[in-house]
């Protein structure tokens, strides 16, 4: 199809890719290579709403993400109390007995390497405000879209990945200065 000037193109309207086999789209891509690297990291879903726990429970399935399902705050509170590494938490605000927002302020108590995404249908401003002040470290409303979901899991993983990596360099800086210490107390009369 021409446009009124002669330049070709495709009305929104029309289907371009009828026909053709499902070829895998660029977050589908992504997606293995994000579970390549963080597979064995849970993700804790805490969400009261049968339909959206189902949802978001089959996309982890589907992405291939070790997920692990609550109903509640109290129930995502035990299985995070049970993952012994970092972990990635979606909460949803409003649940029966401890929200959301509970939930984030009692992981960050406890100092504990959890990135938490807030999942819920409060999207104000002054909401958002809340979220993050309690501890979540990001923050997405409902209806979300698969592939924002996606990349802010990503996102959390890649922040924990950094994590455990100074973690990691920090433990090192501090087993090369002790050697340091002792080797020059022996060099160092008194």
Not at 100 to 128: F, H, P
Request: glycine share 6%.
């Amino acid at each position: 199809m021409l446009n009124t000037k002669g330049i070709p193109f495709s009305p929104p309207w029309q289907i371009s890719d009828v026909g053709k086999p499902d070829e895998p789209k660029a977050t589908e891509l992504d997606v293995r290579a994000a579970v390549a690297r963080f597979a064995q990291l849970p993700i804790i879903i805490a969400e009261d709403d049968l339909v959206s726990r189902t949802l978001i429970s089959n996309l982890m399935a589907k992405w291939g993400f070790k997920a692990v399902v609550t109903q509640d705050g109290h129930e995502a509170m035990k299985a995070l109390r049970a993952e012994s590494g970092p972990a990635l938490a979606i909460l949803d605000w409003m649940m029966p007995g401890m929200d959301g927002v509970e939930v984030c302020q009692r992981i960050r108590e406890r100092n504990k390497i959890v990135y938490v995404i807030m999942l819920t249908s409060r999207g104000t401003k002054e909401n958002i405000v809340e979220g993050l002040h309690a501890g979540a470290d990001d923050y997405l409303i409902k209806p979300f879209d698969k592939n924002e979901l996606l990349a802010r899991i990503q996102v959390g993983f890649r922040i924990l990945d950094l994590h455990r990596a100074l973690a990691a360099r920090v433990k090192e800086l501090e087993q090369a200065t002790a050697t340091n210490i002792d080797e020059l107390k022996y060099r160092i009369p008194l």
